[in-house]
């Protein structure tokens, strides 16, 4: 079993900034894929970025390339979601989510809500105007 817990979110204006944190704890290979997933109001979970730990490999849907940086910290544990230029459209639920997948085929796949096992409880972030 691993656990998820993620935290940072938070309300922010136009154009700035939020830092997302998610400690990972439990049975944990650190050869996994783990990724950020949000959930804006009344719509679908959606794949914002995701990372292959063992190589550092990271993938982005379209909508946050530029603006959003997923990164890990040296011991491998703790993922992080750097969040510049925010946007209304980035209000959601931010969940932090680790695959038991050792192989993701396309980028599409690896943002793929489908294909991860396990899931924090979300973070909210909103983004007024």
């Known amino acids: 079993q691993v656990q998820l817990v993620e935290s940072g979110g938070g309300s922010v204006q136009v154009g700035g900034s939020l830092n997302l944190s998610c400690a990972a704890a439990?049975?944990?290979?650190?050869?996994?894929?783990m990724g950020w997933f949000r959930q804006p109001p009344e719509r679908e979970r959606e794949g914002v970025a995701a990372?292959?730990?063992?190589?550092?490999?990271?993938y982005y849907a379209d909508s946050v390339k530029g603006r959003f940086t997923i990164s890990l910290d040296n011991a491998k544990t703790t993922l992080i979601l750097q969040m510049n230029s925010l946007k209304p459209e980035d209000t959601g639920t931010y969940f932090c989510?680790?695959?038991?997948?050792?192989?993701?085929?396309?980028?599409?796949?690896?943002?793929?809500?489908?294909?991860?096992?396990?899931w924090g409880r979300g973070t909210q972030v909103t983004v007024s105007s």
């Open positions: 989510a680790a695959s038991d997948y050792r192989y993701l085929a396309s980028a599409t796949t690896t943002l793929s809500a489908a294909e991860y096992n396990y």
């Open positions: 439990g049975d944990f290979n650190i050869n996994r894929y």
């Open positions: 990372v292959f730990t063992g190589i550092g490999t990271r």
